[in-house]
């Protein structure tokens, strides 16, 4: 991939994985088939982790300014480690199975 290419696919990643993070307290149906679409990409594309971190932790910090311009506790963003713990639980997962092959 072009240095442009590899921008354009790494903002897409980071706009998957917010709608991952805006969805995952929801009953929305078909948030694991759009965990498992990220994580697909994450591994094909050979994303390294500390990149993922560093992805949530940009969304978490977005997400914290917006709550606090609108004078909201930004405490609540505590549990959305969760969604980054099942992101690389998944991506540990597909990892494994690939190792076993």
């Known amino acids: 991939m072009t240095k442009a290419e590899q921008i354009t696919f790494l903002q897409k990643?980071?706009?998957?994985?917010?709608?991952i993070l805006l969805e995952y307290f929801t009953a929305e149906k078909d948030l694991k088939g759009?965990?498992?679409k990220f994580?697909?990409?994450v591994f094909y594309a050979n994303i390294p982790v500390?990149?993922?971190i560093e992805m949530h932790m940009e969304l978490i910090?977005?997400?914290?300014q917006q709550l606090r311009l609108e004078g909201r506790n930004d405490e609540?963003?505590?549990?959305?480690?969760?969604?980054l713990i099942d992101v690389l639980a998944h991506l540990c997962e597909l990892y494994r199975r690939e190792i076993g092959r």
């Open 13 to 19: 990643l980071k706009l998957e994985y917010r709608h």
């Open 34 to 36: 759009k965990i498992d």
């Open 39 to 41: 994580i697909n990409s």
């Open 50 to 52: 500390p990149q993922i």
């Open 61 to 64: 910090d977005e997400f914290s």
């Open 76 to 83: 609540m963003l505590l549990d959305y480690r969760l969604v």
